[in-house]
T-cell receptor
Framework: AQSVTQPDIHITVSEGASLELRCNYS??????LFWYVQSPGQGLQLLLK??????LVQGIKGFEAEFKRSQSSFNLRKPSVHWSDAAEYFC?????????????FGTGTRLTIIP | NAGVMQNPRHLVRRRGQEARLRCSPM?????VYWYRQLPEEGLKFMVY????????ESGMPKERFSAEFPKEGPSILRIQQVVRGDSAAYFC???????????????FGQGTRLTVV
């Protein structure tokens, strides 16, 4: 079964600093990859997704992620964080092309922004 | 086009009562997924439904939990005889068939936060 690992439970960065959140997956084929953000008490908002093609994908709010097949990774990056980026970030994968597309989530990384 | 609607947003039940959580998918979406998020954890898949059919319930607890997605009306996640360990946030997601929209993704509702006292 596929799995997703987010090795960093909690990350603190200064406002304006760069950010990288790590995500590794375990699956034999290339999955569909997603990053979601969750603010406290809220639902999940999609930041970006990778299905195929260009391995560097751009998302909303200035986020980007790079799919590296050799490392089974899909790390999320932002060049300069804003205080409003403080939230929980989840990496997720699905393996389906057509049919059951249930998502497997990582355990999340909580991002704290300090002034 | 309204997003995925879940209600109630917050639900408090005493141990032994029943909890019914509702999810209305986005218009045109025929696939519904339920996930559970325990405190300080990620989301775990519970069940995948299409209209009038349960496609995959591999993540559902074997007892007390059931789900349906009738021809008319919202999808319902039902928890009978709730226990404290059922306290969690329950999220619903919907998507159109990928056969019709290959580059789509699942859209999530705001969740229902169940507290069992």
């Amino acid at each position: 079964a596929q799995s997703v690992t987010q090795p960093d439970i909690h990350i603190t960065v200064s406002e304006g600093a760069s950010l990288e959140l790590r995500c590794n997956y375990s699956y034999g084929a290339t999955p569909y990859l997603f990053w979601y953000v969750q603010s406290p008490g809220q639902g999940l908002q999609l930041l970006l997704k990778y299905f195929s093609g260009d391995t560097l994908v751009q998302g909303i709010k200035g986020f980007e992620a790079e799919f590296k097949r050799s490392q089974s990774s899909f790390n999320l990056r932002k060049p300069s964080v804003h205080w409003s980026d403080a939230a929980e970030y989840f990496c997720a994968v699905t393996i389906s092309n057509f049919g059951n597309e249930k998502l497997t989530f990582g355990t999340g990384t909580r991002l704290t922004i300090i002034p | 086009n309204a997003g995925v609607m879940q209600n109630p947003r917050h639900l408090v039940r005493r141990r032994g009562q029943e909890a019914r959580l509702r999810c209305s998918p986005m218009k045109g979406h025929s696939h519904v997924y339920w996930y559970r998020q325990l405190p300080e954890e990620g989301l775990k898949f519970m069940v995948y439904l299409q209209k009038e059919n349960i496609i995959d319930e591999s993540g559902m607890p074997k007892e007390r939990f059931s789900a349906e997605f009738p021809k008319e009306g919202p999808s319902i996640l039902r928890i009978q005889q709730v226990v404290r360990g059922d306290s969690a946030a329950y999220f619903c997601a919907s998507s159109p068939p990928r056969s019709k929209n290959p580059n789509t993704e699942a859209f999530f509702g705001q969740g229902t936060r169940l507290t069992v006292v």
